[in-house]
């Protein structure tokens, strides 16, 4: 594990930045989710394209398996956002993170020639925003926060 | 930490643990900032779907009529196997054992091509098929390995008894081990069936439209009522659930008076105009075409009607008797056989539409239109245009259809204060110049541009949109289509609730009276078509006349 002395101040404030960016956007997205209780991944599993289509449309189409990946998602998103910004046990919730972001991207990849009843505000080829999202993640990852700036300090002290 | 860091925080002055305190907790406050933003935008919300005071719809689950468990077999005679017969038969769970074996093959090739799981889980309705006619041989050995597939088998599998194949229905008719018969045969030959059925005491279930002449459809509704048969009118849009929730939209007057209503039915290909294959094996041989061409009763009837008021045009052009595989199979095309679009889909569209505000019979009709793409040799249009005025109602209900292109346009209610549109969900845009609603848009709580209502089947609260994601699903059907995680078929709800009432007693939704009004008003259409002059309904004298 890193520690502040390897960061310089700037670093570290755009690092925590960055961390509690991404962190209110997974939140936010979970409680909008949490909070309607016709919420569902129902429409945008059978909007799914390219190579794990059928995949995603197989979850859609079971009732039972379409539940639990509703409130898999839902609480998901909603504790990693939760985990990030307060930077507690922050390592597993980035890769989470990657993880949920990577089923989006296969579920929705922008690919040439595909296009998805939602549409996008902006254009992509090949990298869209959930691709820009998980290279983030990734610096995250690589640059960690919470053991300086967030409960993980605290979880360092006591294991130390 | 490494050892520095370690040396720094133990044993430290109090400062420093403050310190150390702030950076484990430095973004907690962010949490703060999430939780009042998520309070006003749920609080924003709120304001906007406060629709409390205008917006009052139960959460009605369609009445469904179960089978009953110890209810007692009905025996069925078919009449017709060709493509809605076929269908009907797969509505009471009798499927042909080829078709069963089409269905598993489509669900190898495509794993969610799930008609054969749901067709071998549709609910048993405890009948038996005792009999069966069709004047074509190919078609009524068909019925008899279909009759017998009473465990919905594929090819080569233990078939039951097999029915009696009968050439004539009214050797079918006559049959004592036969309670109850539907109908599928081609228009010309629905009501005299129907009446011929009840007066041999069976029960009806009778393809749409009602009746082919006018005369014949008040002596069938003055039959079914004497002989007491239950009659259901093979209108299985009375089953949509969509449907029962447009009707109380209606009733509870959330779309203010509405004035004019637009129906379409658009098809483009030639299975959808009537051009159906010519079957192998089909020849003057393999056909009775004497009994095709029709009851000699209905046929006086009709030419008398063309005669009187100089409509040769449209009789024929093929002289009756002249046997031609054309107008056996494609019979849609011509008079001499067909209601054309009136009877065929205008009917659907004017039944729904009644389920809805029940408007009976209207006052007037007036149509347009011609053969302006299917220039086959038919003499039914291929485009009509027929306006309904229900003064009564203060309404206009416009049909409108193409044969030649399929651009859906749904039905559409338009109220003063707001526009329905209905297909098998329900969309309500408020009018930007609604009296009703004018404080509400003025104050922003409604958006006339936004879809103030949307009902999909089987979510069970009648909330407002909520999301534009949600809108965006669900207008392209991509929200749950099924009622408590099951998918019905309308046809076998329709035929349910016939064999229900059959067994319980009760009236089915499609009765004879609904029946009626469906036959009357789709003649209006037609005789308006032909004679080129609005047509008008004397509801006193239950009377068609020329104003």
Same mark, same amino acid.
């Given at each position: 594990?890193?520690?502040?002395?390897?960061?310089?101040?700037?670093?570290?404030?755009?690092?925590?930045?960055?961390?509690?960016?991404?962190?209110?956007?997974?939140?936010?997205?979970?409680?909008?989710?949490?909070?309607?209780?016709?919420?569902?991944?129902?429409?945008?599993?059978?909007?799914?394209?390219?190579?794990?289509?059928?995949?995603?449309?197989?979850?859609?189409?079971?009732?039972?398996?379409?539940?639990?990946?509703?409130?898999?998602?839902?609480?998901?998103?909603?504790?990693?956002?939760?985990?990030?910004?307060?930077?507690?046990?922050?390592?597993?919730?980035?890769?989470?993170?990657?993880?949920?972001?990577?089923?989006?991207?296969?579920?929705?990849?922008?690919?040439?020639?595909?296009?998805?009843?939602?549409?996008?505000?902006?254009?992509?080829?090949?990298?869209?925003?959930?691709?820009?999202?998980?290279?983030?993640?990734?610096?995250?990852?690589?640059?960690?926060?919470?053991?300086?700036?967030?409960?993980?300090?605290?979880?360092?002290?006591?294991?130390? | 930490?490494?050892?520095?860091?370690?040396?720094?925080?133990?044993?430290?002055?109090?400062?420093?643990?403050?310190?150390?305190?702030?950076?484990?907790?430095?973004?907690?406050?962010?949490?703060?900032?999430?939780?009042?933003?998520?309070?006003?935008?749920?609080?924003?919300?709120?304001?906007?779907?406060?629709?409390?005071?205008?917006? !009052?719809? #139960?959460?009605?689950?369609?009445?469904?009529?179960? /089978?009953?468990?110890?209810?007692?077999?009905?025996?069925?005679?078919?009449?017709?196997?060709?493509?809605?017969?076929?269908?009907?038969?797969?509505?009471?769970?009798?499927?042909?054992?080829?078709?069963?074996?089409? &269905?598993?093959? *489509?669900?190898?090739?495509?794993?969610?091509?799930?008609?054969?799981?749901?067709?071998?889980?549709?609910?048993?309705?405890?009948?038996?098929?005792?009999?069966?006619?069709?004047?074509?041989?190919?078609?009524?050995?068909?019925?008899?390995?279909?009759?017998?597939?009473?465990?919905?088998?594929?090819?080569?599998?233990?078939?039951? *008894?097999?029915?009696?194949?009968?050439?004539?229905?009214?050797?079918?008719?006559?049959? #004592?081990?036969?309670?109850?018969?539907?109908?599928?045969?081609?228009?010309? @030959?629905?009501? /005299?069936?129907?009446?011929?059925?009840?007066?041999?005491?069976?029960?009806?279930?009778?393809? !749409?439209?009602?009746?082919?002449?006018?005369?014949? /459809?008040?002596?069938?509704?003055?039959?079914?009522?004497?002989?007491?048969?239950?009659?259901?009118?093979?209108?299985?849009?009375?089953?949509?659930?969509?449907?029962?929730?447009?009707?109380?939209?209606?009733?509870?007057?959330?779309?203010?008076?509405?004035?004019?209503?637009?129906?379409?039915?658009?098809?483009?290909?030639?299975?959808?105009?009537?051009?159906?294959?010519?079957?192998?094996?089909?020849?003057?041989?393999?056909?009775?075409?004497?009994?095709?061409?029709?009851?000699?009763?209905?046929?006086?009837?009709?030419?008398?009607?063309?005669?009187?008021?100089?409509?040769?045009?449209?009789?024929?052009?093929?002289?009756?008797?002249?046997?031609?595989?054309?107008?056996?199979?494609? @019979?849609?095309?011509? @008079?001499? $056989?067909?209601?054309?679009?009136?009877?065929?889909?205008?009917?659907?569209? $004017? #039944?729904a539409i009644n389920q809805i505000m029940n408007l009976g019979i209207p006052h007037s009709a007036t149509s347009s239109g011609g053969i302006y793409f299917f220039k086959d040799g038919r003499t039914v249009p291929d485009v009509l245009q027929?306006?309904?005025?229900?003064?009564?109602?203060? &309404?206009?209900? &416009? $049909?409108?259809?193409?044969?030649?292109?399929?651009?859906?346009?749904?039905?559409?209610?338009?109220?003063?204060? *707001?526009?329905?549109?209905?297909?098998?969900?329900?969309?309500?845009?408020?009018?930007?110049?609604?009296?009703?609603?004018?404080?509400?848009?003025?104050?922003?709580?409604?958006?006339?541009?936004?879809?103030?209502?949307?009902?999909?089947?089987?979510?069970?609260?009648?909330?407002?949109?909520?999301?534009?994601?949600?809108?965006?699903?669900?207008?392209?059907?991509?929200? $749950?289509?099924?009622?408590?995680? !099951?998918?019905?078929?309308?046809?076998?709800?329709?035929?349910?609730?016939?064999?229900?009432?059959?067994?319980?007693?009760?009236?089915?939704?499609?009765?004879?009276?609904?029946?009626?009004?469906?036959?009357?008003?789709?003649?209006?259409?037609?005789?308006?078509?032909?004679?080129?002059?609005?047509?008008?309904?004397?509801?006193?004298?239950?009377?068609?006349?020329?104003?």
């Amino acid at each position: 594990m890193k520690t502040e002395n390897t960061y310089t101040t700037t670093q570290l404030v755009g690092l925590v930045l960055l961390r509690m960016i991404i962190g209110w956007h997974f939140l936010y997205e979970g409680i909008v989710k949490v909070l309607n209780p016709k919420w569902t991944s129902y429409g945008y599993l059978m909007d799914s394209k390219g190579w794990l289509q059928s995949f995603f449309q197989s979850l859609a189409e079971n009732f039972s398996l379409l539940q639990a990946v509703d409130f898999l998602n839902e609480w998901a998103l909603l504790l990693i956002g939760l985990a990030l910004i307060v930077g507690c046990l922050a390592r597993v919730a980035t890769i989470g993170a990657m993880v949920l972001l990577a089923f989006y991207y296969l579920s929705h990849p922008p690919l040439i020639g595909y296009t998805f009843l939602m549409p996008s505000e902006g254009s992509y080829l090949w990298i869209d925003k959930n691709i820009v999202e998980i290279a983030a993640l990734f610096v995250l990852y690589v640059f960690p926060t919470s053991g300086i700036v967030g409960i993980d300090r605290w979880w360092r002290r006591i294991r130390n | 930490m490494n050892k520095l860091d370690r040396e720094k925080v133990e044993g430290q002055p109090e400062s420093s643990t403050r310190r150390e305190l702030l950076k484990t907790i430095a973004s907690v406050p962010v949490l703060g900032a999430m939780a009042y933003g998520v309070y006003k935008r749920s609080k924003y919300d709120r304001m906007r779907r406060d629709l409390s005071d205008v917006f !009052k719809l #139960d959460n009605l689950t369609p009445p469904v009529m179960e /089978t009953q468990p110890d209810g007692k077999q009905i025996r069925i005679g078919l009449i017709g196997f060709g493509i809605r017969g076929k269908q009907l038969m797969r509505g009471i769970g009798f499927a042909e054992p080829q078709y069963i074996e089409n &269905l598993k093959e *489509a669900h190898k090739r495509n794993p969610k091509d799930t008609r054969y799981a749901d067709f071998m889980e549709q609910e048993n309705l405890n009948v038996v098929v005792n009999g069966v006619c069709d004047i074509f041989d190919v078609y009524g050995e068909a019925a008899i390995l279909t009759g017998s597939n009473l465990h919905r088998e594929g090819l080569n599998g233990h078939y039951a *008894a097999p029915p009696k194949r009968y050439r004539h229905y009214r050797e079918l008719l006559a049959a #004592d081990d036969i309670d109850a018969v539907i109908i599928a045969a081609p228009d010309h @030959w629905h009501g /005299t069936m129907a009446m011929d059925a009840a007066l041999a005491g069976k029960h009806v279930y009778l393809e !749409k439209p009602m009746t082919w002449t006018v005369p014949e /459809t008040y002596r069938l509704r003055e039959i079914i009522k004497q002989t007491g048969v239950v009659f259901q009118l093979g209108h299985q849009g009375r089953q949509t659930d969509s449907y029962l929730k447009a009707k109380e939209i209606i009733e509870k007057d959330i779309l203010g008076h509405v004035s004019l209503i637009e129906v379409c039915t658009n098809r483009n290909d030639p299975n959808g105009a009537w051009v159906y294959d010519l079957i192998e094996g089909s020849s003057p041989e393999t056909i009775d075409w004497k009994q095709f061409e029709g009851n000699a009763d209905r046929i006086k009837e009709y030419l008398d009607y063309m005669r009187e008021n100089g409509l040769e045009r449209y009789v024929g052009p093929d002289s009756r008797d002249r046997f031609s595989l054309e107008r056996f199979f494609r @019979w849609r095309c011509w @008079w001499d $056989y067909s209601t054309g679009l009136s009877g065929d889909l205008l009917t659907h569209e $004017y #039944d729904a539409i009644n389920q809805i505000m029940n408007l009976g019979i209207p006052h007037s009709a007036t149509s347009s239109g011609g053969i302006y793409f299917f220039k086959d040799g038919r003499t039914v249009p291929d485009v009509l245009q027929t306006s309904f005025e229900f003064t009564n109602h203060d &309404l206009t209900m &416009l $049909y409108s259809a193409t044969l030649s292109n399929q651009r859906n346009r749904g039905k559409v209610f338009m109220g003063h204060d *707001a526009s329905m549109e209905l297909s098998n969900t329900i969309t309500i845009l408020v009018d930007p110049r609604s009296t009703r609603y004018r404080e509400k848009i003025d104050s922003g709580i409604i958006q006339p541009d936004v879809p103030f209502f949307r009902y999909v089947p089987g979510q069970t609260d009648t909330d407002a949109i909520t999301s534009a994601t949600e809108l965006y699903f669900a207008q392209r059907g991509l929200l $749950y289509s099924y009622v408590n995680g !099951k998918k019905y078929d309308t046809t076998f709800l329709h035929l349910r609730e016939w064999l229900e009432c059959i067994r319980r007693g009760g009236q089915p939704s499609c009765n004879i009276d609904k029946g009626f009004e469906e036959a009357i008003t789709a003649h209006l259409g037609t005789r308006a078509y032909l004679e080129g002059r609005t047509m008008y309904w004397d509801a006193d004298k239950e009377l068609i006349t020329r104003g």
